[in-house]
C-alpha cells in the first residue's frame, strides 16, 4: 500500500531531498516515541513541541 509519498510534490533544486530528510526524520522522531503509524503520531505531537524538544536533549 502506498500514499503517494513517492512522487514527490517539488521537481527541481534541493526541495525533494530536504522534504525527504524532514519525513525520515518524522519517522524516527515517531519510532522513538513508540507509535505505530505515522497519522497516530501526527495527532499525537500535533502542537507538542516539548515532547519534539525533548528528542533533542
Not at 5 to 16: C, Y
Not at 24 to 46: D, E, M, S
Request: proline fraction near 4%; glycine fraction near 6%; avoid cysteine.
Amino acid at each position: 500500500m502506498t500514499f503517494s509519498e513517492d512522487f514527490a510534490l517539488q521537481r527541481g533544486g534541493n526541495a525533494p531531498v530536504k522534504w525527504a530528510i524532514l519525513h525520515n526524520f518524522f519517522i524516527t522522531l515517531a519510532r522513538f516515541f513508540g507509535f505505530r503509524t505515522i497519522p497516530q503520531a501526527q495527532r499525537a505531537l500535533a502542537n507538542q513541541i516539548q515532547k519534539v524538544f525533548s528528542f533533542f536533549v
